[in-house]
């Protein structure tokens, strides 16, 4: 098509829908024992791929660099004023507003993680856990009001911008095809991704899954010792 530019590369379209799925997954899985492995190794997922977008925030492509969307506090505002009456400017790549949740969620997605590492190795007591607890909240209400911001620039816009996340591609003049070095990173990325969890679920590997198990073994044979203390 003529009319279609592109703009989201493949390492972009990768880590945005691995970290949506791993923050997802990791979310729902937050209270159950049987499956704290697997929340464990998404969690290593989302520090793994926030390491990878920030490098590829100053080598990548065009619109994946941070340099594409830097803007002060001021036209983020100014940008939620016009969409809400309908007047926003259509922008190619992050808008301001949607540039300052792409900052808050790899900020948050950081500190999510690395309270979470802290407290599988039981650092910091109770306290670091409900801090964990309240940053991935936060982040949740991060990704809400995300969700809703696609939406109506989707709405203002007449364009899918979810689709423009999967394809790559947004109305417009400009570059028509993505770089092939890109898009070979990208597929090297998901299988990297799906790489780790394989190894993580099936092999184990030495991801700290495994003390994350041990951690739960020591739980259960305390309290197995207290139970039979109680007996006797």
Known sequence: MKDRTFVWDLP?????WALAASFAGAYVLSESERLRNVHVMLGYT?????????????????????????????????????????????????????????????ILGVATGATGYMNLNELGGESLEEIHGALAN???????????????SSLAHRENLVRA???????????????????????AVAAAVLGFW?????????TGLAASASGAERGESVLAEEGESSDD
């Open 198 to 206: 394989g190894w993580s679920l099936l092999g184990g590997g030495s």
């Open 138 to 152: 936060a982040w949740l209400a991060v990704v809400v009001l995300h969700v809703l911001g696609v939406i109506a």
């Open 12 to 16: 972009v379209r990768v880590f945005h």
């Open 46 to 106: 989302v520090l793994g791929l926030i390491a990878f977008r920030l490098l590829w925030g100053l080598v990548g492509t065009r619109y994946a660099r941070f340099s594409s969307f830097v803007y002060g506090p001021r036209k983020a505002l100014a940008h939620l004023r016009s969409l809400a009456t309908g007047r926003a400017r259509d922008y190619t790549g992050h808008n301001p507003a949607g540039s300052w949740a792409v900052y808050a969620i790899l």
């Open 165 to 187: 996340m999967v394809t790559g591609y947004k109305r417009g003049v400009g570059q028509a095809t993505e770089p092939v070095a890109a898009r070979a990173l990208g597929v």
